[in-house]
DNA sequence: ATAAACGTAACTAAAATGGTTACGTATTAA
DNA sequence: TTAATACGTAACCATTTTAGTTACGTTTAT
């Protein structure tokens, strides 16, 4: 699979955010992570747009959290960095016309997927960023 | 994400198997996926090495399903093929030793991610390859 | 013996991923 | 008002992963 760490790097990104309780730059943050600043502006970026965080630009900017670590769930990160991207993607030769299988396969399969998928992601609802801030 | 369509495909394959209900070359197998040979047969061997298929060599040999379909979960053949894959990874940048956070977090990710992958592994043992077989 | 089929190593092409440099824009503080 | 600082983003690169392919050895039915 190696799927990416996006969402990881996010969470990361997210509790350090809370930890510190105060405004961090991407260069701070991608200290802790690191890696790049601009991975990590990249990351932040996404996570601004879905409103999780507040980005302040010019000099004495920095990150910060948009909401509070109680109201943000792991979920509410998944879907800011990993929107367009199923956990286990149908493969995507092209179908063999002829082939019952082939032309409904995806089909039939896409169902379960989606319905785990969906168990998958109401447990990452369970789960708020200060229940993993506690633990640090 | 992009992960790899391996499970797709083996659920084609498997499907096909179910389907035909009789001894299926990895050629013939290849046209109805639309791709080559060995790709199926290095899937394949992952299957029969779970004990999922039969591999017979030789002339007139191929492929047929080991169990019947109505014993044969999906996550039987998700376990046969990404047994080491995580749906989510961890991000592996090194820590940064000075920050609690950097040190932590992936240790109190970890425990929701696996959570959340048994969740998700649990919804496809209740599919079984019939049921999938019954829809084509 | 020969043909047919699996098993597997080795290689290639294409895509994804993370990282890096560079630079424009915005904002603050002196 | 100017200099310094920090985000936003485009462009590029290196590495890794993935699927596909060729090739060839081994097995087995006829």
Redesign the interface.
């Given at each position: 699979?190696?799927?990416?760490?996006r969402?990881?790097?996010a969470?990361?990104i997210m509790?350090?955010l809370a930890?510190m309780g105060e405004k961090m730059t991407s260069e701070v943050l991608s200290?802790?992570?690191?890696?790049n600043p601009v991975v990590i502006r990249r990351l932040l970026g996404e996570l601004a747009r879905a409103g999780l965080v507040r980005a302040e630009r010019g000099k004495s900017g920095g990150f910060s959290l948009a909401r509070s670590a109680k109201s943000i769930s792991?979920l509410d990160i998944?879907r800011a960095v990993?929107s367009d991207?199923?956990?286990?993607?149908?493969?995507?030769?092209?179908?063999?016309r002829k082939?019952?299988?082939?032309c409904?396969?995806?089909?039939?399969?896409c169902v379960?997927l989606d319905?785990?998928?969906n168990?998958?992601e109401?447990?990452?609802k369970k789960?708020m960023l200060a229940d993993?801030e506690k633990?640090?």
């Open positions: 699979m190696t799927s990416s760490s969402f990881s790097m969470v990361h509790t350090a930890f200290n802790t992570v690191n890696t792991l998944f990993m991207t199923e956990l286990v993607p149908l493969h995507e030769n092209p179908e063999y082939c019952a299988v082939s409904k396969v995806r089909g039939a399969l379960h319905r785990a998928q168990v998958y109401r447990e990452l789960v993993i633990t640090m």
